[in-house]
């Protein structure tokens, strides 16, 4: 009896290693020569890091890096096991819980900090950088991350523009002759799971903006920042960066790290699927159930994340899916159609969202064992 758990994290509450760790104690405690592969992933968002490090045996480290306001905060970054990759966060150093909100302004945050975890990783010899971009506090396009590469950004009298985005508007040209010269070779591929282009409509200001703490107001000044900011890109670089699906992703970081960088936006899952070697382990193994999962499954799970990418994966195998979440949102039940078997709410009475929360592993604990009671009377595994 092999059971395979590939779960997301419930965000803020359950991180995706803990998942497994409850999972698998609360089947043991019914099915004790249970056969537990645990496999804790992430789609390119938060766990990242961890989910890439543990499945490779490689390391975490910290540095202290600039936060979006220029203050100075705690970051990691993790080596995989091949000792030559590095996978980035770059909620870590410039994401927006890092920023009070009375202090947040995208035309005033930088992505500093996340050119110098990017430095980091140079340091340590690596050839290939993976970057998680969600989360961002900023819509600078990735601005502040090229200057602490190497990039000088100039206005007309060939000063260096302001942080944030308030001095893209006053770009005029890159400069790329003192950028670190170890970037030449390294591929970055970038976890991006989103299709917003860099302006407009449904760009990185007018979507994303309100929530970093753009005003009404200021919203088109940071479309008109960003606009200038690909022009310039264009002539300067070679670079068409504003139509590019994905470039908006991050305030604009995705357009940044295509223009400096030459890096390649893909789906979060894809990139994971991909270095953890997911499909070894049903080729591996015989699997019987698959246990996935994520803090709340609604309509927009069957958009390419992580469960349904788990799911997918697992039914090419002929394996059952069964998807423990916190908390079942509109229109879960999409889900049923791209492979996941069952749906179960770990919530097993009436709470609130912080309640839920702060007993999370309580109940998961509880939930898992429940199931599995119940799979054991039914010899459905057997």
Known sequence: MNILIAPDSFKGSIKA?????????????????????????????????????????????????????????????????????????????????????????PMNTTTYGTGELVLKALDEGCKKIIMGIGGSATNDGGAGMAKALGFKLLDENKNPIKEGAKGLLNLESIDTTNKDKRLEGVKFLVACDVNNPLCGENGASFVY?????????????????????????????????????????????????????????????????????????????????????EGEMNYQTVNGKLPVGVSLISKEYDVSVMAIVGSKGKGYEKVYKKGIDSVISIIDKPMDIDKAMENGKDLLYDCVKNQFNLIKSLNCLY
């Not at 390119?44 to 220029?70: F, H, Q, R, W």
């Not at 606009?227 to 699906?245: A, C, H, I, Q, T």
């Not at 908006?248 to 357009?255: E, K, R, S």
Request: charged share 25%; aromatic share 4%.
């Open 17 to 105: 290693k803990e998942f497994c760790d409850i999972t698998e104690k609360a089947i043991l405690s019914v099915m004790p020569s249970a056969n537990v592969i645990k496999m804790p992933l992430a789609d390119g968002g938060e766990g990242t890091i961890e989910a890439l490090v543990s499945n490779t045996n490689g390391e975490i480290k910290k540095e202290v890096v600039t936060d979006p306001v220029g203050g100075k905060v705690n970051a990691k970054y993790g080596i995989l096991g091949d000792g030559k990759t590095a996978v980035i966060e770059m909620a870590t150093a410039s994401g927006l819980p890092l920023v009070s909100e009375d202090k947040r302004n």
């Open 209 to 293: 903006g309100p929530q970093k703490g753009a005003t009404k107001e200021e919203i088109p000044i940071l479309d008109k920042a960003l606009y200038n900011f690909s022009l310039v890109v264009k002539r300067d670089l070679g670079k068409e960066v504003l139509d590019v699906e994905g470039s908006g992703a991050a305030g604009g970081l995705g357009a940044g790290i295509l223009a400096f960088l030459d890096g390649k936006l893909k789906p979060g899952f894809e990139i994971i699927k991909e270095v953890t070697k997911l499909k070894s382990i049903f080729k591996d193994n015989d699997i019987n159930l698959v246990i996935t999962g």
